[in-house]
């Protein structure tokens, strides 16, 4: 088998496939979030902590001297990157639980006996009552 077709029938697999789905849309949500923290959720928590701007919270290591820059620190944005982590872990998390759930209720579900094994029941029930 040549290392192409081998390629081919790697990539090709149901797993890998439904994997790169999950990347590309676990990409996008990532985006989505880091949007709504840094958008909507971290100026009313700044401006409920006295105007703060938490992707300007640093702390200054070294000052600027001349031409070359200050060595910084930027918790700030630790802070929102911790934030973005956490809200994406718990959707995440709340998927996963739905989902489990939904095949736990399916487990649950009494499922009917096959057709065959039907037959045979009524057939030793109605030697029973002979």
């Known amino acids: 088998m040549s290392m192409m077709s081998e390629f081919k029938d790697f990539a090709m697999r149901g797993n890998v496939v439904d994997m790169a789905v999950g990347i590309v849309l676990g990409g996008a949500f990532g985006k989505i979030v880091s949007s709504f923290v840094d958008g909507v ?34 918790y700030g944005a630790f802070i929102q990157t911790v934030v973005d982590f956490t809200i994406i872990a718990f959707a995440i998390f709340m998927v996963i639980r ?30 029973r009552t002979r």
């Open 98 to 127: 739905a989902m489990n759930s939904t095949k736990k209720q399916e487990e649950d579900a009494p499922s009917e006996p096959a057709k065959d094994i039907q037959l045979l029941t009524e057939i030793r029930d109605s030697l």
């Open 41 to 74: 959720l971290m100026p009313p928590i700044g401006m409920l902590l006295g105007g703060v701007d938490f992707s300007q919270l640093a702390i200054t290591l070294n000052e600027a001297v001349g031409e070359t820059a200050a060595v910084t620190l930027n």
